[in-house]
């Protein structure tokens, strides 16, 4: 059993930071790629932001210079630095980690339940 978990999301003013979090647990070998979606009301989930095992990133045309993306390996744990939000930056942020489980041979992808981002005035 994996389990990707996320936390940090909040209510925030317009141009405020704020960070969220998604730790990976249970029978992993390895965790290749790591990233945020996010997925506002009536619209599709959404790429903002993605990062590989050896800490190479991508991110969404709209967020770039204001997110960043990081990871701990040790700790199976991915974060996303949120600065100078916007109104259209709310969304619910749902965590994924394509990854290999003990004893398995295949990647496959698994999501976090999502953490709600607000921001309003």
């Known amino acids: 059993q994996v389990q990707l978990v996320d936390s940090g999301g909040g209510l925030v003013q317009p141009g405020v930071s704020l960070r969220v979090s998604c730790a990976a647990s249970?029978?992993?070998?390895?965790?290749?790629?790591m990233g945020w979606y996010r997925q506002a009301p009536g619209k599709q989930r959404e790429l903002v932001a993605a990062i590989t095992s050896g800490g190479s990133t991508n991110y969404a045309d709209s967020v770039k210079g204001r997110f960043t993306i990081s990871r701990d390996n040790a700790k199976n744990t991915v974060y996303l630095q949120m600065n100078s939000l916007k109104p259209e930056d709310t969304a619910v942020y749902y965590c994924?980690?394509?990854?290999?489980?003990?004893?398995?041979?295949?990647?496959?992808?698994?999501w976090g339940q999502g953490t709600q981002v607000t921001v309003s005035s």
């Open positions: 994924h980690a394509a990854l290999l489980v003990l004893g398995g041979f295949s990647e496959y992808d698994y």
């Open positions: 249970g029978s992993i070998f390895r965790i290749n790629a």
